[in-house]
């Protein structure tokens, strides 16, 4: 069993910048893919970015450029750097880990984007 633990959302304005950290309890970066997605009201979940156990990376169009995963092996932690955020960026963001035979997820947190 993998607990995940988000943190870092919150209230930013439109411009803005946060960084999500999603703590794994033990380590797991070797056997699974990171993924960061989110969900808004009314919406469907949308896949926002990807750190495969080789270390590369993958992002929805439409946060390309703005948004960075990364992760620290040392700390089991997985973060995600969100620059010049929009309004359309909010959501409840969840940290997921998926392996062949496994999945995760944490609990989510808000991110609200607006003045």
């Known amino acids: 069993q993998v607990q995940l633990v988000e943190s870092g959302g919150g209230l930013v304005q439109p411009g803005g910048s946060l960084r999500l950290s999603c703590a794994a309890s033990?380590?797991?970066?070797?056997?699974?893919?990171m993924n960061w997605y989110r969900q808004a009201p009314g919406k469907q979940r949308e896949l926002v970015a990807s750190?495969?156990?080789?270390?590369?990376?993958n992002y929805a169009d439409s946060v390309k450029g703005r948004f960075t995963i990364s992760r620290d092996n040392t700390k089991n932690t997985v973060y995600l750097q969100m620059n010049s955020l929009k309004p359309e960026d909010t959501a409840i963001y969840h940290c997921?880990?998926?392996?062949?035979?496994?999945?995760?997820w944490g609990q989510g947190t808000q991110v609200t984007v607006s003045s």
């Open positions: 033990r380590s797991i970066f070797s056997i699974y893919t």
């Open positions: 750190i495969n156990n080789g270390g590369r990376t």
């Open positions: 997921n880990a998926r392996s062949i035979a496994f999945d995760y």
